[in-house]
């Protein structure tokens, strides 16, 4: 199993690249590379193409698929199972990847981890106005590592089609996702409040 890490984001809705920002002793992206070494057979990092010779990685794209292909390109031809992970959500932990890997080794074509949805959600137009009110026992707030068939990533991605995910493109292709139970402490850091709340988890030692 080989992972892509996407760290290439400029950073500039957070106001800084927060991939490389310190969590205790350690960046960002250091703990979201260092669980997927522990488990795996490799990590291929995609970050911004100033870095990229410095941290070991390849340059990212325009846009985060454009990042995942470019990391798709690295990853030896052998690997049998993809995992997409972003650097963003440094607390993955070691039994969220062997869950979603065990599932795409069970006869899925991709899994995702996903926490039940227990907000109301409403689904608006472009002026603010609710269309539908969606069931929301049927709603899951998806996460990374998403796992998949190396050959079903790889043929998703052919296209070169947009997604706010890798398992959106599997989904549009055909394949079968399934969503395996994600972790409350593996939060996106999206703010500059996320990464003090992570800081603070980080120096509880999780």
């Keep these: 199993m080989w992972t892509i890490i ?3 984001g ?3 809705r957070f106001g800084g690249q927060k991939q490389f920002m310190l969590l205790g002793d350690k960046r960002v992206i250091d703990w979201s590379r260092d669980v997927a070494h522990s488990i795996g057979d490799g990590v291929v990092l995609v970050v911004p193409a100033d870095v990229a010779d410095t941290e070991g990685g390849v340059a990212g794209g325009a846009t985060r698929s454009e990042s995942v ?7 030896p031809s ?3 199972i993809i995992c997409v992970h972003d650097a963003a959500r440094p607390f993955a932990s070691e ?4 869950e979603v890997v065990a599932a795409v080794a069970g006869g899925a074509d991709g899994a995702v981890p996903g926490l039940h949805v227990t907000d109301t ?3 608006v137009d472009s002026g603010g106005v609710v269309l539908d009110t969606p069931d929301r026992s049927s709603l899951v707030a998806v996460q990374t ?4 068939r190396a050959e079903v990533l790889r ?10 995910d890798d398992a959106s493109l599997v989904e549009r292709a055909g394949g079968k996702v399934v969503v395996v139970n994600g972790e409350a402490i593996n939060k996106k850091l999206t703010s500059p409040e996320d990464l003090e709340w992570a800081r603070a988890m980080a120096a509880t030692e999780i």
């Design 6 to 8: 996407v760290a290439a």
């Design 121 to 123: 959600i409403k689904r």
């Design 95 to 98: 039994h969220l990847y062997k």
């Design 155 to 164: 043929k998703a991605h052919e296209s070169g089609t947009e997604g706010t």
């Design 10 to 12: 400029s950073g500039n």
């Design 145 to 148: 590592p998403q796992a998949f």
């Design 69 to 75: 292909r470019r990391g798709l390109a690295a990853v």
């Design 78 to 80: 052998e690997a049998t």
